[in-house]
């Protein structure tokens, strides 16, 4: 294994570390500096939306409010104000700044007799009892409250779903940071603490932090006096009695408000009640939940806290489940193919939330037709890349490749994908990621093995959205050179990626959680085959992708990753495993190819045990933001189903109730979500489809469609009959019923009790964080560092270009390829492919740093209308062609033609336009006459070595092919006989027309 700190010899090419943090610095301007137009910033003035303000926090501190819920609104009351602290745990700067927050929080509420409240969010992963007692301890020894230990303030919020943060701090506001709201939630105050800037806890000492009493103090009662007087002058209006001073007035309003002690306190909230919950008496056991098969469990509870439900199998034999009929089968089906070209070992398959969003009605010089038909998406493990097929199932239906410029890390052997489907989630629209969707790479980061694995790999997100008008400029996706190429661009376009994590090397499955608590809603979950690096199996890891970085940065710095290390995963031989998240149910559905069985996971349940940064130390980055964990004591079934052969593709149907996985020999079973019983298998092997991957289910028609990665086929399951197909529910009647009634009286009974059947109640969460690593360090500095300009545009330093001149690529050599990406390589003799770029085959690139890159057999078709000609551009040579242009056999030219309608060129044996005989031709992409798009020429030895672009009311431009035919030893022939030939061909995706002349050797 190689070092970073030999491969990565990158940070003392970027600036030193200043109080910077990203492009915004610690400055309090709101919003941050570049991002003027982003309406998801809550500034002063603002009031807190009423989502933000009545949704539902947990309060873990003080005791007296545990298992407390905290709105907002209950502080939009008169004279009262809100303040709100944004810190993360750890040993990090600003969490300095907590014990003065607490000191100020109980001094400013005992005061103001309680009108005054504080709140700071829990996040980052911690025991919000442990970080309590230390931000109250600080407090005391740093002098405050006159020398008081904080008891009942600040209020602390367990925001282990970075809600606090998103809504009121929304990166990249700098951090630690403050909010105050006034008596209508509005947002009269928004700052900064002194400790921004400083790397550790260790560098903003106490008399810094201390900076925050006096500049907080006087920010709060600013507000608070202000209300004050507004009450006195209302009391003073409405009564005869006089008041003279505000203290008198605000005593009296008090007086049937609030008090100080902890019960009042208390009041504010919604807390459960409380009861012992210590009976051993059990209920006694329920029905069998299976009406037939094994029968399912049974279960039995009782009030009792530590122990509240029971479960066993159900003791009675019950006849067989019957195979049934599912509407998604049918009575009958046949195999449909929808897609059989294109595609290279094609892994899994998605449907697009918004047909048409991405490719718009018209890109790379093709018209799509987006109110026609659905639109799926497939990715190609063998190229890297992802296929659209537009217009599904319909006479307009066409497919189209697209793939990452740096296809190589982002997208390497891409096994999976998965699209954010939600709409409607109530998100601020510039900060929701519907339409996004993310891809799971199968690789440990090699680079399509041209080097040594380093397991700096994981899901990538894209952005799919290039036709909203909130997305224009947004460079969702790109030409070569890194121009924007939406709209109706005729340049090749590529994804330009929204994040990365790297944290799951040689992932085999990925889907996106549809819950709707997080800002962003870019919750994914991922099937991890590396797990612990020991060989024994895989691991769950959730990725929150939080506030993505977005095209053209590299900051992975807000984000959370938690690994779920007791879900214990195993491959087989297949490469792709299926995943869903049911939406009601909050269950994720995950194939385990390996056990050749389903896993059932709550994925709301599972407790922080400790940060993971120690045991898997190759992670994205070591700011505090940029949250690593490990979770335990999830709920799961090890087995939801079992008994399967080589399980691969996973999906839901569209009303929830029925799972259909597929085994890649060529089965695709039904099964019931509320029970596990098999309801119906179908037999594709007796069609030749013996290499399944993904399952996905047509949201508009319900009709599954799969890929076979062999066949390279893209099939519907074409059911007939389906009308009259029903099913019968093998679950027992009223068990479900019996389930909700004993899960209601003991959460209600019992405070903090959580029922459910597959919770392990001994189990207890494992915080000793272990004295050593699970694999090799290789990421010290760069990617990992703790600098915060390294991964953001202000670390792309010009410095960087000194590494253009490296050329030690061997497998085991000391560059690190992710350098020449941090250091803005698109195009590198070291990275793979055409020296490192996707340019068409034999050409070679070259790098325009930062931005993207050029090619040397790309040209661009323009007319200069003041000569009258054709002419070619060059961005590799830099230069304009009016007369000719030198090619050379064994390369494919890509010409990208931009003349408009009235000005359509092709490329002729003849130096006239002739758009005259018709003839298939098997070099030239397309063969008739382009306007808006590209021209693929395909050059070898039997080439002409002469030939023109040419369009009507233009003179042509000559092409002159070093090393093809000889052009004078070709002659005209009628390209209708059986003896004329042409170095002209068809393209497999369109019936095209060759408007040149055809010609044969004599």
């Not at 944004?86 to 014990?99: L, P």
Request: charged letters at 20%; hydrophobic letters at 35%.
């Amino acid at each position: 294994m190689i070092f970073l700190e030999q491969l990565l010899p990158l940070l003392w090419l970027l600036p030193t570390l200043t109080s910077a943090q990203n492009n915004v610095g610690c400055s309090a301007a709101c919003p941050p500096i570049g991002y003027e137009n982003d309406s998801s910033h809550l500034c002063p003035g603002s009031p807190v939306e009423e989502s933000a303000a009545t949704r539902l926090h947990d309060i873990c501190h003080p005791a007296v409010l545990s298992n407390a819920k905290l709105s907002f609104s209950r502080f939009k009351q008169p004279g009262h104000v809100t303040v709100i602290a944004n810190y993360y745990t750890g040993c990090e700067a600003g969490r300095r700044e907590s014990g003065v927050f607490a000191g100020i929080a109980q001094r400013i509420h005992d005061e103001t007799l309680g009108k005054v409240n504080f709140v700071t969010s829990l996040k980052g992963g911690g025991n919000c009892a442990q970080w309590a007692g230390i931000y109250q301890s600080d407090a005391l020894s740093m002098g405050l409250n006159n020398g008081k230990k904080p008891t009942t303030q600040p209020l602390t919020v367990s925001d282990t779903q970075y809600d606090l943060r998103d809504s009121f701090f929304t990166s990249p506001y700098p951090h630690p940071s403050y909010i105050i709201l006034d008596e209508n939630l509005v947002v009269t105050s928004k700052s900064v603490g002194p400790c921004c800037g400083y790397v550790s806890y260790y560098d903003c000492t106490d008399d810094v932090a201390l900076g925050l009493d006096e500049t907080l103090t006087k920010e709060i009662y600013a507000v608070y006096d202000r209300q004050i007087d507004a009450l006195v002058a209302e009391e003073e209006t409405t009564t005869t009695t006089t008041t003279t001073t505000a203290a008198a007035s605000m005593a009296a309003v008090d007086t049937t408000t609030t008090t100080t002690t902890p019960a009042t306190i208390s009041n504010i909230f919604n807390q459960p009640s409380t009861g012992t919950c210590q009976s051993t008496t059990w209920s006694d056991w329920s029905q069998c939940s299976k009406t037939c098969g094994d029968g399912g469990i049974q279960f039995r509870y009782a009030l009792n806290s530590e122990l509240p439900v029971e479960t066993r199998p159900c003791p009675l034999t019950l006849p067989a489940c019957p195979e049934q009929c599912v509407p998604e089968f049918g009575l009958s089906f046949e195999a449909k193919v929808i897609v059989s070209s294109g595609l290279d070992s094609p892994r899994d398959l998605a449907f697009h939330p918004t047909p048409g969003l991405h490719l718009g009605k018209r890109s790379e010089g093709r018209d799509f037709n987006p109110d026609e038909g659905e639109e799926l998406w497939v990715v190609n493990g063998n190229s890297h890349d992802v296929t659209i097929v537009a217009s599904l199932g319909t006479r307009a239906q066409q497919t189209i490749s697209r793939k990452d410029r740096g296809y190589y890390h982002y997208m390497n052997n891409v096994t999976a994908l998965s699209f954010n489907t939600v709409k409607g989630s109530g998100r601020n629209v510039d900060q929701d990621t519907f339409n996004y969707f993310a891809v799971c790479n199968d690789n440990l980061n090699d680079y399509l093995g041209s080097k040594e694995p380093n397991y700096f790999m994981g899901p990538t997100l894209y952005d799919t959205d290039t036709t909203s008008p909130n997305k224009a400029g947004k460079k969702n996706t790109v030409n070569r050179i890194g121009e924007d190429c939406s709209g109706d661009s005729a340049d090749q376009c590529f994804f330009l990626h929204a994040d990365m994590l790297h944290e799951s090397p040689a992932c085999i499955g990925i889907t996106h959680d549809p819950e709707v608590l997080t800002a962003y809603g870019a919750v994914y979950w991922a099937f991890d085959t590396t797990g612990d690096n020991s060989g024994n199996g895989g691991q769950l890891v959730m990725f929150d992708f939080q506030q993505p970085h977005g095209p053209g940065s590299m900051d992975h710095s807000i984000a959370s990753v938690r690994r779920y290390t007791e879900v214990k995963l195993f491959r087989d031989e297949n490469v792709h495993a299926g995943m869903v998240v049911h939406p009601d149910k909050r269950r994720l559905f995950i194939v385990n190819p390996g056990k050749g069985s389903i896993v059932a996971v709550d994925v709301d349940t599972g407790r922080y045990s400790r940060t993971a940064r120690e045991e898997y130390p190759i992670f994205s980055n070591r700011l505090p933001s940029f949250e690593y964990s490990i979770y335990e004591c999830v709920d799961q079934e090890e087995v939801f189903v079992g008994g399967l052969k080589n399980p691969s593709g996973l999906a839901l149907s569209l009303d929830g109730s029925r799972l259909f996985v597929a085994e890649s020999g060529g089965r695709i079973l039904a099964y019931e979500v509320e029970t596990g019983a098999l309801l119906q298998s179908i037999d594709l092997a007796s069609f030749g489809y013996t290499s399944i991957g993904g399952l996905t289910i047509s949201p508009e028609t319900g009709n599954i469609y799969f890929v076979d990665m062999n066949a390279n086929q893209v099939v519907m399951v074409d059911r007939a009959g389906f009308t009259f197909c029903t099913y019968q529910s093998v679950a027992t009647p009223g068990f479900q019923t019996a389930l909700a009634a004993a899960k209601a009286q003991v959460e209600s009974e019992c405070a903090g009790v959580s029922f459910s059947l597959t919770r392990d109640y001994t189990c207890q969460v494992d915080g000793t964080i272990p004295n050593g690593t699970l694999f090799e360090q290789v990421h010290t500095d760069g990617y990992a560092s703790d600098n915060p300009d390294v991964q953001s545009m202000a670390g792309m330093d010009a410095a960087a270009a000194l590494l253009a001149n490296r050329t030690d690529c061997e497998y085991d050599g000391d560059l690190n390829f992710d350098a020449l990406l941090l250091g803005g390589y698109y195009c590198h003799v070291c990275l793979p492919r055409n020296d490192g770029s996707s340019c068409d085959a034999g050409g070679s690139c070259s790098n325009v740093q930062w931005e993207g890159f050029t090619c040397d057999n790309e040209f661009f078709i323009d007319i200069d209308e003041s000569k009258g000609i054709l002419v070619a551009s060059s961005h590799y040579f830099d230069k304009t062609y009016d007369s000719e242009l030198e090619l050379v056999a064994g390369v494919t030219y890509r010409f990208t033609v931009s003349t408009g309608a009235a000005n359509p060129v092709l490329i002729s044996a003849m130096p006239d336009y002739l758009p005259v005989l018709t003839i298939a031709s098997r070099s030239i992409e397309p063969s008739d006459a382009v306007s808006n798009g590209p021209i693929l020429l395909k050059t070898d030895s039997s080439t002409p070595n002469v030939m023109y672009l040419t369009s009507p009311g233009a003179a042509a431009l000559k092409l002159t092919i070093n090393g093809g035919a000889d052009a004078s030893a070709w002659s005209l022939l009628d390209p209708t006989t059986s003896s004329a030939t042409s170095f002209f061909s068809a393209t497999t995706t369109a019936t095209l027309v060759c408007a040149a002349l055809a010609w044969t050797l004599v």
